[in-house]
């Protein structure tokens, strides 16, 4: 078996994260760490790959989507543009869109990086990708990542707990006297909505209530599928009084279908929804909304970013997201609507 970069570590008595530095040349590891690494990387018969012809000095921010798919949810559009504003407000680096599949089989992620001009990256991902991301900071990438917490010291992030509020947020309703509350997802399993389904869980337990797995339904989310989930949920023998979408786009379809059928928000049914900015506003009635300011989080994660890419020690950060309270959520109905699944009501 060839030797590893773990077999390098062991031998010369470091980390696998410097012996990863020292051979991508990362200006973090001193010459006297390097220079004991490709000793010992060339005792053990470890072949150093030639680095790929790259830009001369690397130097822009990369913004990835490890988790894959288009970055087109109000979620990743805030979050850009938060990055992008810090960034020209600095002038201290441009930003590229990188794409991982572009890594070729015979480069690691330094020299992937390298190749694209990229001097550290800010990453998105879901919870299955977390050791892709450790991975790159192992490959000598100054990396921050967006949604996701991390044990590895190495490895920096920022995050906004959402389960605190998503616990509220539920409260909030069985206040109201509802106790047959949904919860509509996204199906991807990622840290925030982990939170937020902890927080719907937890509600339900401080008061003694039982969580009914029909009244929990997993989505791609967008419009569409927000019309669907009410259609869903209101075509059960025993329908939901309230729901909880945990993401803009299926709020804003399940408003739009409420319309759609006459369904009066909140007096025939509660509904909060989740914003990542003022989405909340621009709709009627005004939304109740557990909520985070992604386009800020996006300007410390590139300020963050920055730091790193500078030398500085990794961040690890975590905001809060925030329940408010307007008007689509009320007092429980004393009959709950029930509708046929193409959405025709049953009066």
């Known amino acids: 078996m060839a030797p590893s970069v773990r077999d390098i570590a062991k031998q010369a008595g470091v980390s696998i994260t410097t012996v990863s530095r020292a051979l991508n040349s990362h200006p973090d590891i001193s010459p006297k760490t ?6 010992t990387a060339d005792r053990v018969g470890y072949a150093v790959k030639t680095p790929k012809a790259v830009p001369s000095e690397a130097t822009a921010l990369a913004f990835v989507n490890a988790a894959g798919g288009r970055l087109n949810s109000p979620y990743d559009l805030e979050l850009l543009h938060g990055i992008q504003e810090r960034l020209l407000q600095s002038n201290a680096a441009d930003l590229v869109l ?5 890594k070729s089989s015979d480069e690691n992620y330094g ?10 990256a800010i990453l998105r991902t879901g919870t299955s990708q977390k050791p892709v991301c450790e991975q790159i900071v192992a490959e000598g990438v100054p990396v921050l990542v967006v949604a996701e917490a991390f044990e590895n010291p190495d490895v920096g992030y920022i995050l906004c707990e959402s389960r605190t509020a998503s616990q509220r947020a539920v409260e909030h309703l069985i206040h109201l006297g509802h106790r047959r509350i949904a919860l509509v997802l996204h199906r991807r399993n990622d840290q925030d909505h982990a939170d937020r389904e902890a927080g719907y869980r937890d509600a339900h337990q401080e008061h003694g209530l ?4 029909s009244l929990i339904i997993r989505l791609v989310p967008n ?7 009410l259609n869903q949920l209101l075509s059960l023998p025993e329908p939901p009084t309230a729901i909880y979408f945990t993401d803009p786009e299926p709020t804003l379809g399940a408003m739009c279908r409420a319309h759609e059928i006459q ?20 709709m009627f009635p005004t939304i109740t909304a ?46 709950p609507v029930r509708i046929m699944p193409n959405g025709q009501r049953l009066d």
């Open 98 to 102: 990188t794409d991982l599949r572009d």
């Open 223 to 229: 419009i569409a599928s927000g019309a669907n989930a």
């Open 34 to 39: 390097r220079e004991r690494v490709m000793k």
């Open 210 to 213: 039982d969580v009914d797995p």
């Open 111 to 120: 020299d992937f990086f390298r190749r694209k001009g990229v001097r550290g």
């Open 290 to 335: 557990v909520c985070q300011n992604t386009r800020e989080l996006g300007e410390e994660a590139a300020r963050f970013a920055l730091a790193m890419q500078a030398g500085k020690a990794p961040v690890r950060r975590t905001t809060s997201a925030f329940l408010e309270i307007n008007r689509t959520t009320g007092a429980v109905p004393a009959k």
């Open 263 to 282: 369904l009066k928000v909140p007096d025939e049914l509660s509904i909060i929804g989740f914003d990542d900015f003022d989405q909340r506003h621009q």
